[in-house]
């Protein structure tokens, strides 16, 4: 599961444990990205990010923090992360966990035939975002599966915003998060 994880929330963490569970994966590794290709930079650093995914993922025993994007400079492309993964662990079957905001999105990421050679795409339900196509996978992929399940509504964009204005975040990140994020006067 990757993303700028600024801050990371419960949101991401409730869609893991969704997938995780959905399709009784072993482990979910979060892959903060280094520099995303598709959106702005994020505001926080990438040791300040890595940081609350170690945090956030600290007391899961299935949840695991990956470094795999902060180690490579340039552009965090989600389908060189994939071959790198590939490379560490070869006989891992790999799933690549989006929400449904993102997976149309994904076409227009770099190599999308290259992602989906590569993994099964697991698409988890995001609050508020549009119903999902019903489209075939393209020949080669190992497909999509929707995983359904709880979802919370909350947004990384929103909880940036809450500390700007000085609004508790509690119950949005969890509270080891909160704390770090407090502590480092992060998004103020």
């Not at 508020?128 to 999509?144: D, I």
Request: net charge negative; hydrophobic share 40%.
């Amino acid at each position: 599961m990757g993303g700028t994880f600024d801050p990371i929330h419960l949101g991401h963490l409730r869609a893991a444990e969704t997938a995780r569970e959905g399709l009784g994966l072993d482990v979910v590794a979060f892959v903060p990205s280094h520099v995303p290709p598709h959106r702005r930079g994020p505001l926080s650093a990438p040791l300040d990010r890595w940081a609350m995914v170690c945090l956030a993922t600290a007391h899961h025993p299935a949840f695991v923090p990956s470094d795999a994007e902060l180690r490579r400079e340039g552009p965090s492309y989600t389908v060189d992360t994939l071959a790198a993964l590939e490379a560490e662990r070869p006989g891992d079957e790999l799933v690549l966990i989006v929400g449904s905001d993102t997976y149309p999105e994904m076409a227009d990421w770099r190599d999308p035939a290259g992602i989906f050679a590569r993994c099964l795409v697991a698409v988890v339900e995001r609050p508020g975002a549009p119903p999902l196509p019903e489209a075939p996978p393209a020949a080669g992929a190992r497909g999509v599966r929707r995983v359904e399940g709880p979802a919370i509504e909350v947004s990384a964009t929103s909880i940036r915003e809450r500390v700007r204005q000085g609004r508790s975040v509690r119950y949005l990140v969890p509270d080891t998060v909160a704390d770090y994020i407090a502590r480092r006067s992060l998004y103020q």
